[in-house]
């Protein structure tokens, strides 16, 4: 199993190489939920560094375009040297069409979110001869592994981090204020959350970029206590350290890297970055329930 990590600047790359075997990168024109919008140049920086460390790097066209947009991406990619990147994150489906046109569909991991719950949805992709796919972040270990002893290609999953659980394409918090005559101060910052009214002690991250806006889990999803099982089926495993930076991502990386917990640095980033880790969904099933 393999460890991916994002980044927020590339001057880090190298001592988090010491614990990451690949990074994922990407500008927000074409990827969303990103630590750094990347721009070209120092996206071909990124590669440069990484291939001289001997690790991956994958780039994140996470978002879902409409048409014009899917013309601007066909444009994009021609203008980098994809064949160099170790893999392509998408999710949606018209990517996928334009980089298989490319012949480079063996690039593709697809990430749809929700969607992979099951062996398959999970595996339907395969005759594509796509590289592989994100199992969805909302299952249990138990349903993982199962997925993960019949998979047919890559497992991609989400090991620690903030999860999404709401987006809508449009930028909510623009829209309020543009409804309150009032300026935007909010838009791509890092470090704001919404209070809910019924839970009132457990405020919720929220961002608003270029691709909508998003609200996430208030804890932090840790597998550090799954990682005997999880390196059995699991190919890359996903360090997301969206909301905090680069010293956060060296101590978390170095716990999965090492497969061992420490307590006292848990404590220490917990205090330091004021937030709480639990096990996500691991051993909790979603459960849909009918009002009335």
């Given at each position: 199993?393999?460890?991916?990590?994002?980044?927020?600047?590339?001057?880090?790359?190298?001592?988090?190489?010491?614990?990451?075997?690949?990074?994922?990168?990407?500008?927000?024109?074409?990827?969303?939920?990103?630590?750094?919008?990347?721009?070209?140049?120092?996206?071909?920086?990124?590669?440069?560094?990484?291939?001289?460390?001997?690790?991956?790097?994958?780039?994140?066209?996470?978002?879902?375009?409409?048409?014009?947009?899917?013309?601007?991406?066909?444009?994009?990619?021609?203008?980098?040297?994809?064949?160099?990147?170790?893999?392509?994150?998408?999710?949606?489906?018209?990517?996928?069409?334009?980089?298989?046109?490319?012949?480079?569909?063996?690039?593709?991991?697809?990430?749809?979110?929700?969607?992979?719950?099951?062996?398959?949805?999970?595996?339907?992709?395969?005759?594509?001869?796509?590289?592989?796919?994100?199992?969805?972040?909302?299952?249990?270990?138990?349903?993982?592994?199962?997925?993960?002893?019949?998979?047919?290609?890559?497992?991609?999953?989400?090991?620690?981090?903030?999860?999404?659980?709401?987006?809508?394409?449009?930028?909510?918090?623009?829209?309020?204020?543009?409804?309150?005559a009032s300026k935007n101060p909010y838009h791509n910052r890092q470090d704001i959350k919404i209070i809910e009214e019924n839970r009132k002690d457990d405020p919720y991250p929220i961002l608003e970029d270029k691709a909508g806006t998003h609200v996430f889990r208030s804890q932090v999803l840790s597998s550090l206590n799954h990682l005997a099982e999880l390196k059995e089926f699991v190919d890359y495993l996903v360090i997301d350290t969206l909301f905090k930076d680069d010293d956060y991502a060296v101590s978390v990386l170095e716990m999965?890297?090492?497969?061992?917990?420490?307590?006292?640095?848990?404590?220490?980033?917990?205090?330091?970055?004021?937030?709480?880790?639990?096990?996500?969904?691991?051993?909790?099933?979603?459960?849909?329930?009918?009002?009335?």
């Open positions: 199993m393999k460890l991916l990590s994002t980044i927020y600047d590339l001057g880090n790359l190298k001592k988090l190489s010491v614990f990451a075997d690949g990074f994922l990168i990407g500008n927000d024109d074409f990827g969303t939920r990103l630590t750094k919008s990347y721009t070209n140049e120092e996206i071909l920086e990124a590669l440069k560094i990484t291939k001289s460390l001997n690790k991956s790097l994958f780039l994140i066209c996470n978002q879902i375009f409409n048409d014009d947009q899917l013309v601007i991406f066909e444009s994009w990619i021609d203008k980098l040297p994809i064949s160099e990147f170790t893999g392509i994150v998408v999710a949606d489906l018209g990517a996928y069409r334009i980089l298989e046109n490319s012949g480079l569909s063996d690039l593709v991991i697809y990430n749809p979110e929700t969607l992979l719950t099951n062996v398959y949805d999970f595996n339907f992709l395969s005759e594509f001869h796509i590289q592989g796919v994100y199992v969805a972040k909302e299952i249990t270990l138990e349903d993982a592994k199962y997925i993960g002893k019949n998979k047919k290609y890559k497992m991609f999953m989400v090991g620690h981090g903030h999860l999404n659980m709401f987006y809508s394409k449009r930028q909510l918090i623009d829209n309020f204020t543009d409804f309150t999965y890297k090492n497969e061992k917990e420490d307590l006292n640095l848990i404590n220490g980033i917990q205090k330091v970055y004021q937030e709480t880790w639990d096990e996500g969904f691991i051993y909790k099933k979603t459960i849909y329930k009918h009002k009335g």
